[in-house]
């Protein structure tokens, strides 16, 4: 992120750089190899098209690819590793392009026929988030994505409440406080509490909580975001302590000691030094747990109502109906049509929220990196 | 030059105050256990013990608990017990006091006094404005213990004279949920003890900073225990509920099991199994005496497979091109930004990705080999980042040592850079595949099939190849069609309802559970081996 | 103190001596060591240590230290790298209790107040002993906030919103207390027109002197410097024993170091500790560097080894 100050003069001078460096490349690589690199890249690219446009012909592409990355790897090989594992790295990012692609593509439908006006200018998608009918198939038929967002909201509310103080402290205590025997035995208990699949809780809160809440608060039927909202905090814990507690341990032991050495209690230094200083790094854990929180599917899937509406009054936590993550997961079978694209469409939402927390996140870590570091001079 | 007044290096020996205040603390702790057995209905809160109303007795308890802590305060303040008091709490605990007071305030003027909106709200911050200057106006002593006090006496007169009886109960206007006695009383008793518990940890510290310390300290020990709590909870539930369904039927002896013939291009073996475990080794069928998660299992191990060796080499060759070859700049930072992304992308988004990306390009139906794929996705940036950084861990000298010998640079990562990061890329990977073992919303859009699988609906991916004369040359039907997998097998229970079979569904949560959990412990047991290795 | 210790003592002396090529070692050393080991000042020891102990795990840091420490002078210890000084001085205020593998044997009393026993209260004494670390460490508060934090932290000083709000805080005592502070580490003439700026902004040797001003407003007995000068250029250097000198008057003041210069200038008594952890003399500085009573301190003090 630093590279965005670089002054712009630098472009062309590292075009005409690269270009220099790709002749001299090109004139000491044998050409054998430089052959075989060709080939192979015309076909991986082959095997790519051939794969998206759903052509037999595609494993033709394959094989002529192994046939040139066998011969690069018998005869040149520190070449072809080197040009392997560059392939690889591009489709790492060609992985996140083709997500960002393929459900944008398939959404994009129900975006057209949701489209309103502002100023008469027409927008996209955007009665998806100004009504609130979703009907898919019984008239006025609407997909309105606003109850779900709503749930996903009161859920991660909820989550957010739970897991971050919690997390936060349960940082501290593995950073901080916890002798070191005792460390040794929590840190790994907060990464089994991580490890618990998301179905075994949604198991136990349909099988247990979900009847126990209904039966404990009279409520009428299953399904409360504020049960949904505690397990989805527990399963966002173990995110939000672990990166919060390579925050704290980031702080410098100099500036912690030095408060200690004024005759501060552990406390007083956590509080007023520790926490402070690490303070983007505890932000950064605690959007990460959102994050989670926010894509958390099963066992909202199990434990709601899954009946797109809006609880009365808004605030009712003890009514859970529908959060964006069980829209898909529970109706994935039975959608057509516009409602199919609008399970995408609710995916495009979940995708760009979380995308900008992690973006966001991972910011607010550099900066503390960067701060951090300077003190260190 | 700041004018402080000099204290004793050395303590004395346990005190009065200590002892008294250690022992409220100790109460709090008793009555905590206390509320959290009525809470989770171990303890019947309205029943009598020994004559006496249990409500009437914590109503009693908790009014002693706010006598003692008055006390302190009290005696704190007129010199009695040796204390360090500030001149105030500060705003956080009053803050939080005021925070209280307003909902106690709200509560009693709306549901006791039947006030309207505009009357429970101001009750409401008037209580809170109390609260908040009776916390931070007198000195630390009586700001913390007295707001405390007066709380939990409160609720435990409100307790001891049947105000909180066995019958009642509260149902907020339009929110269709009530509040009874069962969950309010112990709702009250945790919330009181846990008050008492903070203000007594503070008094055993003589207030101050110390006594400021220990409050927090005593606070987040029990976050710290809760949250075991909860996760010894959890496993044990599982373990109680699952395990006799697990272990139905299970005979040892040679060749007590079922038959597996593992047929390979034509060639076929036989093996029969010494051990006959039904609920691992059968189907779902009507005829067995025990119906078993085969299939399930079966699919989730070749599921793993099939995505650790996609994700694996992908991720591993990524790796060593960003810590070896590509240099530090704006390519590296998309590439971390970018995998850090995809590994908080939420799982159900990499399903709708496998539904709309990979099961039309492999017939059109959902299959094994589109969970795979998904899986392998998730799995993708896990794999980059961890091996990424144990790459990066690698210390330079090794690398200047080889290149001093004449050594090439891919020689180098070959010889010297990726076996010494082997053991982080292993733990990395171990742990990831305990995530993507447990998950269940990719391969519900991707591979789900029957949802109660036969053993006869067993993937046979080994027994499957075949060679065809029309491209794609190689075809194996198991591959392209739909099968079962732990935590799809699990949802399928549940979304059969609750009429469905619960025993069942314990049992397959226990061996997903174990199954999951086992990676997770071989991942950090090995994380913890070679780190120690390497600190030695 | 055993024979058995003060031959190991001997043997231990002898070999670097004798790769310096002195002839008569091993009964000098033993003969000071009788006579230092009680050495007793005027007046009464403001720090007495007894047969300390300090191990790193299996590594034996510091090896039977015994030294009195009077009130009101400069006690410089000094060694070449690794000899444990540092180690030592972190015993005073237990600073050592943050390293986990740290195992302390032996007795440290502060105005005849035993450090190490089960409930000392390590806040009373590190109010009492402050500390000046190598590194300058400030916080990455504004330069008032970190001369005040020691006393708002104590209880002395209360600044906070609430306070202010009722109108019985004591920022006019916390903005004397500044300056007092300030004045006395020698660095108010220049930074007292930008006392809310970043402490991080300042130069290394105001940084440090920052660190001293915060120490002192924290009103200590003690001060243990380690190696306050280390990481500075030769002005701030001189600067800082300049501050050294004129806290003798008012503190007691121990100050690790290894430039030698630095402690014949600063300091009142001298201890020397060589490689093993062991204390090998201590006195008076211009004895120990003018007439040292063992051959090793004599090769170590004339630049023959260390």
Same mark, same amino acid.
């Given at each position: ?377 | ?321 960003? @810590?070896?070859?590509? /240099? ?8 971390? =930004?970018?995998?850090? $992304? *995809?590994? &908080?992308? !939420? ?100 591979? @789900?099939?029957?949802? /109660? ?8 991916? =080994?027994?499957?190849? $075949? *060679?065809? &004369?029309? !491209? ?65 | ?306």
């Amino acid at each position: 992120m630093s590279d965005l100050r670089r002054p712009p003069h630098d472009g062309r001078r590292s075009v005409q750089r690269r270009v220099a460096a790709t002749r001299e490349f090109v004139d000491e690589t044998p050409s054998t190899a430089l052959a075989a690199g060709l080939v192979g890249g015309l076909a991986l690219i082959g095997v790519l098209v051939g794969f998206l446009v759903q052509s037999p012909l595609t494993v033709l592409a394959l094989g002529a690819f192994l046939a040139a990355f066998a011969y690069g790897w018998l005869r040149h090989q520190a070449l072809t590793a080197r040009a392997m594992t560059f392939a690889m790295t591009a489709s790492t990012i060609l992985v996140l392009g083709l997500i960002t692609v393929f459900i944008f593509a398939e959404a994009w439908p129900v975006f057209e026929y949701a489209s309103g006006t502002v100023f008469g200018v027409q927008v996209p998608g955007l009665e998806l988030f100004t009504t609130t009918n979703w009907s898919p198939v019984s008239e006025p038929i609407g997909y309105s994505l606003a109850p779900m967002i709503h749930g996903t909201v009161m859920v991660t509310v909820v989550a957010t409440a739970v897991a971050g103080p919690l997390g936060v402290a349960a940082a501290l205590f593995i950073g901080e406080i916890a002798p070191p025997t005792v460390r040794e035995l929590v840190k790994p208990g907060v990464e089994i509490l991580a490890g618990i699949p998301s179905i075994v809780y949604g198991f136990i809160g349909f099988t247990i909580l979900s009847p126990w809440a209904s039966e404990a608060f009279d409520l009428v039927g299953q399904g409360t975001y504020l049960f949904v909202g505690l397990v989805v905090g527990l399963m966002a814990l173990p995110t939000v302590v672990s990166v919060a507690e390579d925050a704290i341990n980031s702080v410098p032991e100099s500036m912690k000691s030095g408060s200690l050495a004024l005759g501060t209690t552990d406390w007083q230094t956590m509080t007023a030094i520790t926490l402070p200083a690490a303070s983007s790094g505890v932000s950064a854990a605690v959007l990460l747990g959102v994050g989670r929180a926010i894509g958390e599917t099963m066992a909202a899937t199990v434990m709601l109502r899954n009946s797109p509406a809006l609880p009365e009054p808004l605030y009712n936590a003890f009514y859970g109906y529908e959060t964006l993550t069980s829209l898909i997961a529970a109706r994935y079978g039975d959608a057509h049509g516009l409602q199919f694209n609008a399970l995408f469409a609710a995916g495009v939402v979940l995708f760009v929220t979380v995308l900008a927390l992690s973006v966001g996140s991972q910011i607010i870590e550099a900066r503390m990196e960067r701060e951090l570091g300077g003190n260190q001079g | 030059m700041s004018g402080a007044t000099e204290y004793d290096l050395v303590r004395e020996d346990t005190s009065t105050l200590e002892l008294g205040a250690g022992a409220t603390v100790g109460f709090a702790v008793v009555l905590f256990g206390f509320g959290l057995a009525g809470l989770f209905e171990l303890v019947a809160v309205t029943e009598s013990v020994a004559g006496v109303q249990l409500p009437r007795l914590l109503g009693g308890l908790l009014t002693l608990a706010s006598a003692a802590l008055a006390w302190f305060g009290v005696a704190s303040h007129r010199g009695l017990v040796p204390t360090d008091p500030r001149p105030s709490a500060g705003v956080v605990a009053a803050t939080g006091a005021a925070g209280v007071w307003f909902v106690v305030g709200g509560l009693v003027g709306s549901q006791t006094l039947g006030f309207g909106t505009v009357g429970w709200l101001a009750l409401a911050l008037l209580a809170g404005a109390v609260g908040f200057a009776a916390t931070a106006l007198p000195r630390e002593d009586l700001g913390t213990t007295l707001p405390v006090a007066a709380l939990t006496g409160l609720g435990g007169l409100a307790l001891l004279t049947d105000v909180i009886g066995p019958d009642w109960a509260w149902s907020p206007v339009g929110l269709r949920a009530t509040f009874a006695a069962p969950i309010a009383i112990p709702i009250i008793v945790l919330f009181c003890s846990l008050l008492v518990g903070w203000a007594g940890a503070k008094a055993y510290g003589g207030f101050g900073a110390r006594g400021r310390h220990l409050g927090a300290y005593a606070l987040v020990y029990l976050n710290v225990l809760s949250i075991l709590g909860v996760l010894v909870g959890l496993l044990a539930f599982v373990f109680t509920k699952g395990a006799p369904v697990v272990v139905q039927g299970i005979t040892v002896g040679p060749g007590a099991g079922p038959e597996t013939t593992i047929r390979l291009f034509g060639f076929a073996h036989t093996v029969v199994w010494p051990v006959d475990w039904p609920f691992v080794m059968n189907g779902v069928s009507l005829y067995a005496e025990v119906s078993g998660v085969l299939p399930a299992i079966v699919g989730t191990v070749w599921l793993v497979v099939g995505a650790v060796l996609f994700a694996v080499p992908l991720g591993v060759g990524a790796a060593v091109f960003l @810590a070896e070859y590509a /240099e530090e700049g704006r390519f590296t930072q998309v590439v971390e =930004v970018a995998t850090n $992304a *995809l590994w &908080s992308t !939420p799982s159900i988004v990499f399903g709708l990705f496998g539904y709309a990306f990979l099961v039309p390009r492999f017939g059109g139906s959902k299959s094994l080999l589109s969970g795979m794929l998904t899986l392998g996705f998730m799995l993708l940036p896990l794999v980059v980042i961890t091996s990424r950084e144990a790459m990066l861990a690698v210390p330079d000298d090794y690398r200047d040592a080889s290149a001093a010998l004449g050594v090439s640079k891919w020689q180098t990562i070959r010889s010297v850079v990726v076996p010494a990061s082997l053991p982080g890329v292993i733990t990395g990977v171990i742990l990831g595949v305990g995530r993507i073992a447990g998950e269940t919303a990719p391969i519900l859009l991707t591979m @789900a099939g029957a949802t /109660e699988p036969s053993a006869a609906e067993t993937a046979d991916v =080994v027994g499957g190849f $075949a *060679l065809s &004369s029309s !491209p794609p040359f190689v075809t194996n039907p198991a591959l392209l069609e739909a099968t079962s997998a732990l935590p799809y097998q699990l949802y399928a229970i549940i979304s059969a309802g609750v009429g469905g079979d619960a025993a069942f569904g314990w049992g397959t949560a226990l061996v997903l559970l174990v199954v999951v959990l086992t990676f997770y412990a071989v991942g950090i047991a090995s994380r913890t081996y070679f780190r120690r290795k390497l600190h030695e | 103190m055993s024979t058995e210790l003060n031959e190991t003592q001997t043997e231990a002396a002898q070999s670097p001596a004798e790769l310096g090529g002195a002839t008569t070692v091993g009964e000098t050393d033993e003969r000071t060591r009788a006579e230092w080991v009680d050495h007793e000042f005027d007046g009464d020891a403001k720090i007495a240590v007894e047969d300390l102990n300090v191990y790193y795990g299996d590594d034996h840091a510091l090896t039977d230290i015994s030294m009195e420490i009077p009130e009101g002078s400069v006690t410089a210890l000094i060694g070449p790298s690794g000899c444990g000084k540092s180690t030592f001085l972190r015993c005073l205020n237990r600073m050592n209790d943050r390293i986990g593998s740290a195992r302390i044997e032996g007795s440290v009393r502060i105005d005849g107040e035993e450090v190490y026993r089960d409930r000392a209260d390590l806040v009373e004494l590190r109010k009492r002993v402050g500390m000046v670390f190598q590194q300058p460490n400030p916080f990455p508060k504004s330069i008032r906030d970190n001369v005040s934090y020691g006393p708002r932290k104590h209880g002395d000083l209360d600044t906070t919103f609430l306070s202010r709000l009722l109108g019985r805080d004591d920022v006019d005592e916390e903005a004397s207390l500044v300056e007092e502070a300030l004045e006395q580490a020698a660095l108010w003439e220049e930074v007292n027109d930008r006392l809310d700026d970043n402490a991080l902004g300042l130069s290394g040797g105001q940084q440090q002197r920052l660190c001293i001003a915060r120490c002192l407003a924290t009103d200590p007995d003690v001060i243990l410097m380690d190696e306050p000068a280390s990481a500075l250029d030769p002005i701030a250097t001189a600067k800082i024993e300049d501050l050294i000198e004129e806290l003798a008057e008012e503190y007691t003041v121990v100050v690790v170091t290894h430039n030698m210069q630095q402690a014949a200038r600063v300091s009142d008594q001298t201890a020397v500790f060589l490689t093993g952890g062991e204390l090998v003399e201590y006195g008076d500085t211009d004895q120990i560097f003018e007439n040292p009573e063992s051959q090793r301190v004599e090769d170590y003090v004339t630049g023959k080894f260390g």
